[in-house]
């Protein structure tokens, strides 16, 4: 069982360069979520997709951009990369309103320089 | 709104002790309380969950928790730790009967001396 699969694992990026992180699920879940994980402040939501072709806001939305492809796909983009942007990346899944918890992808590791 | 506070970023305790992580919350409805464990370069997994019924949830790896409401408590327990224990542990908490957005804690690193 596949999960929650994030690409690329690792990044380092130049200031003002920008990219995509790419996730992917395969447990036919409706609801995805990206985080960051920075030292001394957990996790903190950037964006969630509570459906197929539905995106909101969370507590950290400012320089990125989501796009929720599919029911499988959620990506996130970083348009012009900042050095505050340096942080561990989680992606999530969830059935339905997350009452039963989430599933987590492994990361992207990403420094910008 | 909802909060978590994680007392002690970092517990140390001896292989075969008893393992205690200590979660507050604030939500101003019922909330659904969650323990999550993170390995070093990985992703974070499901321990345990309190949605609603029993207050006392048992997990995985033979982790419990305790919902108490009138503490605002959800706190971590294991009888016995093992060294495959060392980990970082998150307490996180969503908002019963509606959308669930998670907020979770700082984290805590639990580290096992043998």
């Known amino acids: 069982n596949a999960g929650v699969t994030q690409t690329p694992k690792f990044q380092v990026l130049k200031t003002g360069q920008s990219m995509t992180l790419q996730c992917a699920q395969d447990?036919?879940?409706?609801?995805m979520y990206w985080y960051r994980q920075d030292p001394g402040m957990g996790l903190r939501l950037i964006y969630y997709?509570?459906?197929?072709?539905?995106?909101d806001k969370g507590e950290v939305p400012n320089g990125y951009n989501v796009s929720r492809l599919n029911k499988r796909e959620f990506s996130l983009r970083l348009e012009s990369a900042a050095p505050s942007q340096t942080s561990v990346y989680f992606c999530?899944?969830?059935?339905?309103?997350?009452?039963?918890?989430?599933?987590f992808g492994s990361g992207t590791r990403l420094t910008v320089v | 709104a909802q909060s978590v506070t994680q007392l002690g970023s970092h517990v140390s305790v001896s292989e075969g002790a008893l393992v205690l992580l200590r979660c507050n919350y604030s939500?101003?409805?019922?909330?659904?309380l969650f323990w999550y464990v993170q390995y070093p370069n990985q992703g974070l997994q499901l321990l345990l969950k309190?949605?609603?019924?029993?207050?006392l949830v048992k997990g995985i790896n033979g982790f419990e928790a305790e919902f108490k409401k009138s503490e605002t408590s959800f706190h971590l327990t294991k009888p016995s730790a093992h060294m495959s224990d060392a980990a970082e542990y998150f307490c996180?908490?969503?908002?019963?009967?509606?959308?669930?957005?998670?907020?979770f804690g700082i984290g805590t690193k639990l580290q096992v001396i043998p």
């Open positions: 997709s509570a459906s197929e072709g539905t995106t």
């Open positions: 996180a908490v969503g908002r019963g009967g509606g959308y669930q957005k998670v907020t």
């Open positions: 447990m036919n879940h409706n609801s």
């Open positions: 999530a899944s969830s059935r339905d309103r997350g009452q039963e918890g989430y599933t």
């Open positions: 309190y949605t609603t019924g029993a207050t």
């Open positions: 939500s101003s409805v019922p909330p659904y």
